[in-house]
Structure formats: C-alpha cells, structure tokens
C-alpha cells in the first residue's frame, strides 16, 4: 500500500499518485516545538525582565520546556518510514536546508537550556550533594551520587558565587529567546518556501508560527502548572484537619496566573492579528490559484477555521480572559480552548494545505485511523498522537524526581 492510502479519500480530478502524505505527526511536530518556544519564552520573563510574580511558574515552564524539548524530534521519527535515517540531520549538521538546520539548532537550544537549568538549580545540587554524603542506605547514595555529578565539583555557595549564577542565568535566557523562536520559525519557513503550494506560500508563515507558538507554550504551561499545584494540594491536604494546613497546600496562586494570563491574551491579539492579516491580504490581492483556496477556505474548511480555530480557539478565550474577575475555573476552560486554536491552526495549515489537487479541479480529505490495524496507522493515527502529546509529561515526571519543579 502506498504511503498516505490508507487515510486518504479523494473527490473530483486528482492525481492518481496523489495523496495525503503529511499526516497528523507533521501537525504535532510544529506544534510540539512551539510549545518548547512558548514554555522559554514565558520562563524568561523572570529571568530577563524580572517579573518577581512569575518566579514559580516561571522555574516549572523552564523545566517543562526542556521536557517538551525531548519530546520535539519525536512526530519526525514517527513518521519516517526508515526512522534510524533521522538521526543523519544530527550527525551531518548544515544550513544547506532548513531541515539539515535543524540539527544545529536543536543542539544549540538543548545546551542553552540544559546550561540556564544547571545555574538554576546549581545550589540545589550542592546542597542536596551535601547532604546525602555519607547518608545510609542505596537509594541516599545513588541520589547523592546523581547530585555530585550534576553539580559538576562547583561546591562554591558564597554569595559572589551566586550573584555569577544569577549573571549567566539572564545571559542564557537572553540568548535562548531568539534561538526558541528560530527553532519554531524555520518550521514555518518549511512550509512558507514551498512554491508548489498556494496556501503554503507566503513570508508571513515563519512569524505566525512563531507568534502561535508563544501562545501555545505559554497556554500549556499555565495548564500543567495548576493541575500540578492542585494535585499537590489535594494530597497534602489528603487526612488533615482545617487547622493542619501549612502554606504549602493551599493551592494555585491566582496572583501569579492572572499576570500571566496578561502576556497570554498580549500574544494572543498579535497571533490572531498575524492570521487575519494574511487572510485578507491573499483575498484582496486574489493571486494565482485564489479560486481554489477560497473554495477551500471558505466552504470545505469553514468549520474548522473560523469555528474551531477563530472562534473556539480565540475569540472565546480572549472573552474569558479580559471579563473582571477571573477564576481558576474560567483559567482552565479558556486555557482549553486556547490550546485547541493552535492545533487547530496547525492541523488547517498542514492538512488544508494538502487538501486541494494539483489539478486545481479535485480534493482530499483526511480521513485520520482511529483504531490502529497496523504500525503504519498506529503511529500515523489517534493513537500516535496521543504518544506523543504523553511524551513530555513522561520526561517532566522524570525532570521532576530530580529537580522539583514545585516544592522549593
């Protein structure tokens, strides 16, 4: 069977070698490293602008997006029919092409987070080092021993050695901001060079990207972070009497998510304004293969852009989030929908871009496998979705055993 056969449903004239070959794992790919964009660049609002009311959220989103940075390469790896062939792009790193960039990129991001994550938590290391030197039993000496190695002999905690700390941390975040950005910028530059597609084709693609990926790193986030601290607070309190409760356990911080949820709706209006604005100039301008895009824009893919996408995924979030008075309860629903906007913005920009013929007179709907039959729709399908959307809690988990991104 060829590859894109099993999901593809044709209508009208099209080629018979013509399918839909990019499937669901090229729209979780960008989605996936834009969240790791939008996760550093929230971190960074501390650590650059000192946002002293982001300093929680602000160490959680830093570590998360090293999680979602593991995660990144996976919908790539997914998808290729011969996956040991990708890890060419690391092996032969070169700017020849945007995906050979990649590797450069990826390797560049990864130390710069892996570095601003060590001046973090460098003193946790030592202390924790310390601490456990000499402790009894297996599981003490194997975490003392993954202390020292990661506090790589640095055992200096005077307060000039924290003030150098705290320099190289802003420097790092400073310099990860534009290498997030390009990270998720050159996925849209993919997609915006290819010639061949109308829908496809245009500069603005690389700073929708970008700018949606903020929003979306920022969204999750924000999410994970309070069903985080709500966990935590319904198990610490879990058995305790009203006079046993301790500052820990007593929840979300609405101070914290409120600001936040500021930067959210600030990113918000630029993305959405980006999307219109490249909407209505392909309408006003009617260029080469405009009759066929606005059959699709318009009419087959009305629903899932200006319902799910406009209107789900934007409009109603921005409602919930500038009314006075904002609950944990309306954060939540409109972190939702905000997080369905952008994958439905990728999934219009990757699967309606493939939906119209060559021929400009047939089309093709993705008819995404559900129950898997094979490997093949397994990981082309639901199922290979929901892996890799699991993929970066799994990493944070582990993240977590060793530096908590909670409890201080």
């Not at 570590?63 to 998808?79: K, R």
């Not at 060590?118 to 993954?146: Q, T």
């Amino acid at each position: 069977m060829v590859h894109g056969e099993a999901w593809t449903i044709k209508e009208f004239f099209t080629y018979p070698n013509e399918y839909i070959y990019w499937s669901i794992q090229i729209v979780m790919y960008p989605l996936m490293t834009g969240l790791v964009a939008g996760a550093f660049v929230l971190s960074s609002l501390y650590h650059v602008f000192e946002r002293k009311e982001l300093k929680k959220m602000a160490k959680f989103s830093l570590t998360f997006s090293y999680a979602l940075l593991l995660s990144a390469p996976l919908p790539l790896l997914f998808h290729l029919l011969h996956p040991l062939r990708g890890l060419n792009v690391f092996f032969t790193p070169h700017f020849t092409s945007a995906i050979a960039a990649f590797g450069v990129v990826f390797f560049s991001y990864a130390a710069i987070v892996a570095s601003e994550i060590w001046f973090v938590n460098r003193r946790l290391f030592v202390e924790s080092a310390l601490r456990l030197r000499g402790a009894e039993g297996i599981g003490n000496k194997v975490k003392g021993f993954v202390y020292r190695m990661c506090s790589l002999g640095a055992y200096d905690l005077s307060d000039e050695a924290i003030r150098k700390d705290e320099r190289a941390v802003r420097f790092l975040a400073g310099l990860g901001i534009p290498v997030a950005c390009f990270l998720h910028g050159y996925a849209g530059f993919i997609f915006g060079s290819v010639k061949a597609n109308a829908l496809w084709m245009t500069p603005l693609m690389p700073v929708i990207f970008i700018m949606s990926a903020i929003v979306s790193g920022i969204a999750l986030c924000m999410l994970t972070y309070i069903i985080v601290v709500e966990l935590r607070r319904f198990r610490l309190n879990r058995g305790r009497k009203p006079w046993m409760s301790s500052p820990e356990a007593r929840g979300t911080e609405m101070n914290a998510i409120k600001m936040t949820s500021k930067y959210l709706v600030f990113f918000m209006l630029f993305a959405v304004s980006l999307e219109l604005l490249d909407l209505v100039f392909r309408g006003y301008t009617a260029v080469k293969h405009w009759d066929i895009l606005r059959t699709v824009i318009y009419e087959r893919d009305f629903f899932s852009i200006f319902v799910l996408q406009y209107g789900l995924g934007n409009l109603l979030p921005l409602v919930i989030f500038l009314l006075p008075g904002l609950t944990l309860k309306r954060a939540v629903a409109g972190l939702i929908l905000v997080l369905l906007g952008v994958f439905m913005m990728r999934w219009n920009v990757v699967i309606g871009g493939q939906s119209f013929s060559l021929t400009l007179s047939g089309y093709m709907h993705y008819n995404i496998p559900v129950i898997p039959r094979d490997f093949e729709t397994y990981k082309e399908g639901v199922f290979g979705a929901l892996t890799i959307a699991a993929s970066p809690f799994v990493f944070l988990w582990i993240l977590n055993k060793l530096i908590p991104v909670i409890e201080e």
